[in-house]
C-alpha cells in the first residue's frame, strides 16, 4: 500500500512512497494482474507500445485486481481512517530495467486524506482542472520532478456519514517514468479509465459521471 498522509497538498494525495498493497507477484506478466482491469487492452498496448527501454527490455507487470482493492478502500472508509491518514491499493504496476536502472508506470487508487474541494496554494501544488461536479484532475511534480497524475471523485460508500463522498473522495494516482513521447492528456486519459473502473468496483451510490476523455485544457 501507498500511504497518503497528511503532510502537505503535493505529497498527501499523489506522491507514491515506499510500498503498496500488490497481488505478490509483481513480476507476473500474465492476464491475472490489476492492469488490464484497471487501463483496458488499449492502455496495456499504448504502455507497451511507448515504453523507453534500450534494446526492448523485458516488462513486467503486477498489481491487485479490482475485487481485492474494493475490499481494501472499503475497510478504510468504514473504519473512518482515524489515524489520520489512508493507504492506495496498488493496481497496476508496470517496470522495466534499463541500464541497471529500474522503469515504471504505477496506479494506484484508495481513501483521500483531502476533502474534494481542496484548493492550490501556489505553483508548487500543482494545477487543479474541474472536470465536472463529480471529478477534478490534478497534475503535479514530486521532488524528483516526476509528474503525478491524479483524480479526485465523489464515491459514496453505503453505510457511511454523510457528506463522506466529499470529504473522503476516492482517490488516484499515476506515475510515469518508464513511457516517452506520451502527453498529459494520454496518462489523464487512462488514468480516467481506472477510476471508471474503480468507482464501478466500489458501487457508489452516487453513480458519478467520469468521462473517457479529459477536458480539453489538459494537453
Request: proline share 5%; net charge negative; glycine share 10%.
Amino acid at each position: 500500500m501507498t500511504r497518503f498522509s497528511a503532510i502537505s497538498l503535493a505529497v498527501t494525495a499523489l506522491v507514491l512512497t515506499a510500498t503498496s498493497c500488490s497481488s505478490g507477484d509483481d513480476t507476473s506478466t500474465s492476464a491475472a494482474d490489476g492492469c488490464e482491469e484497471a487501463l483496458g487492452d488499449s492502455g496495456v498496448e499504448w504502455v507497451e507500445s511507448h515504453t523507453d527501454v534500450d534494446g526492448g527490455g523485458e516488462l513486467d507487470r503486477g498489481g491487485v485486481d479490482l475485487e481485492e482493492a474494493r475490499a481494501q478502500h472499503y475497510k478504510q472508509v468504514e473504519s473512518g481512517g482515524s489515524d489520520g491518514s489512508h493507504w492506495s491499493s496498488e493496481l497496476c504496476a508496470m517496470t522495466a530495467f534499463d541500464a541497471g536502472k529500474k522503469k515504471e508506470l504505477r496506479v494506484e487508487f484508495g481513501p483521500s486524506s483531502l476533502p474534494f474541494d481542496f484548493q492550490v496554494k501556489g505553483a508548487e501544488d500543482g494545477t487543479v482542472t474541474p472536470v465536472n461536479s463529480d471529478v477534478k484532475l490534478h497534475q503535479v511534480e514530486d521532488s524528483k520532478g516526476v509528474v503525478q497524475y491524479g483524480v479526485y471523485v465523489k464515491c459514496k460508500i453505503p453505510g457511511t456519514a454523510p457528506d463522506q463522498e466529499t470529504e473522503t473522495p476516492l482517490a488516484g494516482v499515476m506515475a510515469d517514468t518508464l513511457t516517452s513521447g506520451t502527453s498529459a492528456r494520454d496518462h489523464m486519459k487512462y488514468l480516467l479509465h481506472s477510476a471508471r473502473a474503480m468507482a464501478d468496483a466500489l458501487d457508489c451510490q452516487n453513480k458519478p459521471t467520469i468521462p473517457a476523455e479529459p477536458p480539453a485544457a489538459v494537453q
